[in-house]
T-cell receptor, first 115, second 114 residues
Framework: DAGVTQSPTHLIKTRGQHVTLRCSPI?????VSWYQQVLGQGPQFIFQ???????GRGNFPDRFSARQFPNYSSELNVNALLLGDSALYLC??????????????FGEGSRLTVL | AQSVTQLGSHVSVSEGALVLLRCNYS??????LFWYVQYPNQGLQLLLK??????LVKGINGFEAEFKKSETSFHLTKPSAHMSDAAEYFC????????????FGAGTRLFVKA
């Protein structure tokens, strides 16, 4: 079975540009979460979507937005990129059935470099 | 609000020695707790999870962790380190009553010496 897939794997942008990152969850998983991992730090929670609705949001500016599609795939959008947005962006899906346990299945990540 | 504190950003052990990685959590409700491992340039992989069943949890690759409510701890151990255990380890917590957020610690890098 395919795991969580993310695209692109690497990308380079310049300050002020916009970026869209994509994620396909494991088949049957209806929840997708996004995390930002700056080099040398733990993953920081950005968003969580379940059944196409935002269910959780971390302490990130409004330049960050996301959505989930009917097939449960998801996009993370970041506008007006700053140097500090350079990071590994991780997508994770969850097999929510009744109660959310917090167990996450991660993709390999999209490494964003902002110049 | 939930939070996780991992004591020690770096831990170094000899091959064959005991591995002990420390994690303390804060949660206003009964938590679900996790340990994840991350190898260079990869995503995170679940090692083990505590979801209010047995307090001693066994995971993959010989790792285990014990949930101690009185100490608000969830330390990760492995009796004998292997070179392949060298990686970054993250402790994480989520609220077990419908919260939709999993919070990670800052991570502990494990070095294994030959």
């Amino acid at each position: 079975d395919a795991g969580v897939t993310q695209s692109p794997t690497h990308l380079i942008k310049t300050r002020g540009q916009h970026v869209t990152l994509r994620c396909s969850p494991i088949s049957g998983h209806k929840s997708v979460s996004w995390y930002q991992q700056v080099l040398g730090q733990g993953p920081q929670f950005i968003f969580q979507y379940y059944e196409k609705e935002e269910r959780g949001r971390g302490n990130f500016p409004d330049r960050f937005s996301a959505r989930q599609f009917p097939n449960y795939s998801s996009e993370l959008n970041v506008n007006a990129l700053l140097l500090g947005d350079s990071a590994l962006y991780l997508c994770a899906s969850s097999p929510i059935s009744g109660r959310y346990t917090g167990e996450l299945f991660f993709g390999e990540g999209s490494r964003l470099t902002v110049l | 609000a939930q939070s996780v504190t991992q004591l020690g950003s770096h831990v170094s052990v000899s091959e064959g020695a005991l591995v002990l990685l420390r994690c303390n959590y804060s949660s206003s409700v009964p938590p679900y707790l996790f340990w994840y491992v991350q190898y260079p340039n990869q995503g995170l992989q679940l090692l083990l999870k505590y979801t209010s069943a047995a307090t001693l949890v066994k995971g993959i690759n010989g790792f285990e962790a014990e949930f101690k409510k009185s100490e608000t701890s969830f330390h990760l151990t492995k009796p004998s380190a292997h070179m392949s255990d060298a990686a970054e380890y993250f402790c994480a917590v989520s609220e077990g009553t419908g919260g939709f957020k999993t919070i990670f610690g800052a991570g502990t890098r494990l070095f294994v010496k030959a």
